[in-house]
Nanobody, 128 residues
Framework: EELLVESGGGSVEAGGSLRLSCTAL????????VAWFRQSPGKEREGVAS????????DYADSVKGRFTISLDNDQKTVYLQMAGLELEDTAMYYC?????????????????????WGQGTQVTVSS
């Protein structure tokens, strides 16, 4: 059963921007943790940002801090990841996921086991 749908990925030149969306189907992001992960070929899936929708608290991996912004739409059905200053290393498949609460560690320490529901992913490709 598909509960989360990502969109907004694409190809962009280094230094450019993209905004990813994660839309919840049939539910709202009320009182849960929503995180964005990314995975490059041959690498582990890594957490990059999260938002605690109970208090709008956000957290970011060091690799994206200052460049990416996670936010929750007022309807509480869409979480965005605004990405600016994109770098070649940001090329990856990006996934959103939800959990009952945000793990008490930095996003780069999140594991896939911490999150229950996942979207299908959206590809981001950054070129020079």
């Amino acid at each position: 059963e598909e509960l989360l749908v990502e969109s907004g990925g694409g190809s962009v030149e280094a230094g450019g921007s993209l905004r990813l969306s994660c839309t919840a189907l049939r539910v709202t992001y009320s009182g849960v943790c929503v995180a964005w992960f990314r995975q490059s070929p041959g690498k582990e899936r890594e957490g990059v940002a999260s938002i605690d929708t109970s208090n709008d608290g956000t957290d970011y991996a060091d690799s994206v801090k200052g460049r990416f912004t996670i936010s929750l739409d007022n309807d509480q059905k869409t979480v965005y990841l605004q990405m600016a200053g994109l770098e070649l290393e940001d090329t990856a498949m990006y996934y959103c996921a939800t959990a009952f609460f945000c793990p008490g560690v930095r996003p780069e320490q999140y594991t896939t086991r911490d999150f229950r529901y996942w979207g299908q992913g959206t590809q981001v490709t950054v070129s020079s």
